[in-house]
């Protein structure tokens, strides 16, 4: 069982990036009820997964801390993890859809799954060429313990990947924005321009290159 996910659609800078993991799980699970079914130690028994996963979810409703310490553990304890990315030229040259998709194609093509795995996607969309069967889910980081993880893996290293670039390009606010369309990160696109990180084909991007006569 192989859970991809992706983070960063929205951003006006940097990559979309995809994570593909494969769990050792001993059996299909999804995420327990919180409202009632197995407790959260129970279904972890049974997944065959370890105390160091307790508590797994979707990377939405965890903290920095939290996300940065079950990276830790899914790294620890994955048969396979990849990240894939799309990087801003690749999303303006295939929009923002069709960049992720090709995000997730890479992430998923890095592990070489065998033709008996099976594949959960979070999102409505499944990327094209697949080596193996595929579901997508909506909110399948908040159904699936293996899509919850990837969605970790990916938030974590985009969030990295955008402190990197922050440090580049001071200004942007990108080690607290993540490259998000805050009031502060587009007050920088009026003042300090774009960079070749910026999605040109995002319209406060095309605004800002407007401004300024570039294109």
């Known amino acids: 069982m192989c859970g991809v996910d992706e983070v960063g659609r929205g951003p006006l800078a940097g990559p979309v990036v995809a994570a593909?993991?494969?769990?050792?799980?001993?059996?299909?699970?999804?995420?327990?009820?919180?409202?009632?079914?197995?407790?959260?130690?129970?279904?972890?028994?049974?997944?065959?997964?370890?105390?160091?996963?307790?508590?797994?979810?979707?990377?939405?409703?965890?903290?920095?801390?939290?996300?940065?310490?079950?990276?830790?553990?899914?790294?620890?304890?994955?048969?396979?993890?990849?990240?894939?990315?799309?990087?801003?030229?690749?999303?303006?040259?295939?929009?923002?859809?069709?960049?992720?998709?090709?995000?997730?194609?890479?992430?998923?093509?890095?592990?070489?799954?065998?033709?008996?795995?099976?594949?959960?996607?979070?999102?409505?969309?499944?990327?094209?060429?697949?080596?193996?069967?595929a579901l997508a889910i909506v909110r399948g980081d908040q159904h699936s313990l293996s899509v919850a993880a990837a969605s970790i893996v990916a938030k974590e290293t985009r969030d990295t990947l955008m402190v990197q670039w922050a440090q580049r390009h001071p200004g942007y606010g990108w080690e607290h924005n993540m490259g998000y369309p805050t009031a502060a990160h587009r007050k920088a696109l009026a003042t300090l321009g774009v960079t070749e990180q910026h999605r040109r084909s995002f319209a406060p991007v095309r605004q800002a290159l407007a401004n300024t006569g570039t294109r």
């Open 20 to 133: 593909a993991v494969v769990l050792p799980l001993q059996r299909f699970l999804a995420l327990p009820h919180p409202t009632g079914g197995l407790t959260s130690a129970d279904f972890l028994s049974q997944s065959g997964l370890p105390p160091s996963l307790l508590g797994l979810d979707d990377s939405k409703r965890l903290c920095a801390s939290q996300r940065r310490a079950y990276r830790a553990a899914i790294e620890a304890t994955a048969v396979g993890v990849h990240v894939g990315m799309a990087s801003p030229q690749e999303i303006d040259a295939l929009n923002i859809r069709q960049a992720t998709l090709l995000a997730m194609s890479r992430a998923i093509r890095g592990l070489e799954l065998a033709a008996d795995a099976f594949i959960l996607v979070d999102g409505r969309d499944l990327p094209p060429d697949l080596p193996c069967p």
